[in-house]
């Protein structure tokens, strides 16, 4: 069974950069054509997608995140990571991750991002 657990700051001050790790469990990130994607759900808002890191350790960013947005892996702790820079209040949301490039079949329970001074 694939378990998927997101870690990282809670409160993060505004125009730094918040760092967010999901470690997976029950499969490997380097499977065989399986992508590894972090989405957000501001408060009040939909899903929105952010990017992911493929099993060759591709990645892909949506645009609108693009300019300040890196995901990365460790392999050997079966982990991959998030990393948003310049961060504004507008960032404050539960942020997820999932195995799954545009459909997502396994999540993690999500972790709450607060971007406040």
């Known amino acids: 069974q694939v378990q998927l657990q997101e870690s990282g700051p809670g409160l993060v001050k505004p125009s730094q950069t918040r760092s967010l790790t999901c470690t997976v469990s029950?499969?490997?990130?380097?499977?065989?054509?399986?992508?590894w994607t972090w989405t957000r759900q501001p408060p009040g808002k939909g899903l929105e997608w952010i990017g992911y890191?493929?099993?060759?350790?591709?990645?892909y960013y949506s645009p609108s995140f693009k300019s300040r947005t890196s995901i990365s892996r460790d392999t050997s702790k079966n982990q991959f990571a998030l990393q948003l820079s310049s961060v504004t209040p507008e960032d404050t949301a539960v942020y997820y991750c999932a195995r799954g490039g545009s459909l997502m079949d396994c999540w993690g329970k999500g972790t709450q991002v607060t971007v406040s001074s």
């Open positions: 029950g499969d490997s990130i380097t499977t065989n054509y399986y992508y």
């Open positions: 890191i493929a099993y060759s350790g591709m990645t």
